[in-house]
């Protein structure tokens, strides 16, 4: 016969006389259980649905990293090396004080393949329109579009300190509808002016474009980076920007959720505790009688694990179907419907097996070192103790 064999028909009946102390714990047990699957499946839905709800931004390359520092030669160089990188642009990026209020300007070299993106020198065009000499500018069209402004002079200031003034020829408008140069005045680079401090990239494809952002981020961005960002900090731009900047959003809205669900589980732990210490408290008398007739503190562990696997089965079975019945109706507010996954469960069996052992292992060592008279007579029973034979002197 098995240990377990043997201990189980003193579980059983331990069972059944406390069962409402047992039915207790393995409903605290269930319902932290239920919260963990409700809340987590209702973040996910509400992530899924703001990564379908926002657009990707339309980019002139598949990444975009605008700084707020100059890049020296040697940085370009590095980049330039960098496996999936197929071909990449620099521009300086400038925002101005105008009387039109702050415009940003990017200044990009004679030879950039960025002119014919924005649609500048392209005869196909309705009204074609030249690179701008030393001294002109275009405007975004989709700005200054029917204002007027080509033939006119714009004064440049540059922000912070306004040392000088730059009077700027307008010449045209061009007709960039991405998000990075469809809201910015185009100029050309002076060969011998500020180094860039802007840089598209081309790459292989999404995993290339992933890793650089990712090297990007940690390089030049910081490891505590905040999610809403001024418009002058350095961003790193690309197809799954929006998305991310979504997911992190919400993440932070939801935070303090994640702290409640936290101490759901703690406060499930003393729960636990506190019942699991009133039931051996009550079942002195019976441990005392059973260690009389010979019931060694192996079993005593092995009553207590049969006990305890039994309320923890019933409390995370239970609180598994509870979650099935209560998710449905928290995430039918989400525009996308989210189900529990299998993860979610095996994290909150994880979960509910942790709080359970935490909150039984102090009565059933309690218990297991126990003796007779300690448990007769109230006597204090340590946890750890060592018999001296001898003067240790």
Request: aromatic share 8%; hydrophobic share 50%.
């Amino acid at each position: 016969m098995s240990r377990f064999s043997a201990a189980w028909p003193l579980a059983k009946g331990s069972l059944r006389r406390g069962k409402v102390k047992w039915l207790l714990m393995a409903a605290l047990l269930g319902l932290a259980i239920a919260v963990y699957l409700s809340y987590g499946t209702f973040m996910a839905g509400a992530n899924a649905g703001a990564r379908l709800a926002v657009d990707p931004p339309l980019l002139p390359a598949d990444l975009v990293y605008r700084g707020n520092r100059p890049l020296p030669d040697s940085e370009i160089e590095d980049w330039q090396r960098t496996s999936g990188v197929t071909a990449f642009a620099e521009a300086r990026l400038t925002d101005y004080h105008t009387a039109y209020g702050t415009l940003r300007v990017y200044a990009l070299p004679i030879d950039s393949p960025l002119w014919q993106l924005a649609g500048v020198g392209s005869a196909a065009s309705e009204a074609p329109v030249t690179v701008p000499g030393v001294g002109e500018i275009l405007l975004p069209a989709g700005l200054f579009a029917g204002q007027g402004v080509v033939g006119t002079e714009v004064t440049l200031i540059p922000p912070r300190a306004p040392a000088g003034k730059s009077m700027v020829m307008v010449t045209g408008l061009h007709s960039a509808a991405d998000a990075v140069l469809g809201q910015a005045a185009l100029v050309r680079a002076l060969r011998h002016g500020p180094l860039p401090n802007s840089m598209f990239f081309w790459t292989t494809g999404q995993g290339a474009t992933n890793s650089l952002a990712a090297s990007l981020e940690v390089a030049y961005l910081g490891p505590n980076r905040p999610v809403l960002y001024r418009p002058t900090d350095p961003t790193v731009v690309h197809q799954g920007s929006a998305a991310a900047m979504a997911s992190g959003i919400l993440a932070q809205t939801y935070m303090p959720g994640f702290g409640i669900m936290t101490m759901v589980f703690v406060f499930a732990a003393i729960g636990l505790f506190t019942t699991s210490s009133l039931a051996f408290l009550d079942r002195k008398r019976e441990l005392a009688i059973l260690k009389t007739i010979g019931l060694e503190s192996q079993g005593v562990t092995d009553m207590f694990l049969i006990e305890q696997g039994v309320v923890a089965g019933i409390g995370i079975v239970a609180g598994i179907l509870l979650g099935y019945l209560i998710v449905p109706r928290v995430t039918a507010v989400l525009p996308v419907a989210h189900s529990i996954t299998l993860a979610s469960v095996l994290k909150a069996i994880v979960a509910g097996l942790v709080v359970q052992a935490a909150g039984v292992v102090l009565p059933a060592l309690t218990a297991r070192v126990a003796t007779v008279n300690q448990l007769l007579y109230n006597m204090p029973i340590p946890l750890h103790s060592r018999r001296i034979s001898q003067s240790e002197v």
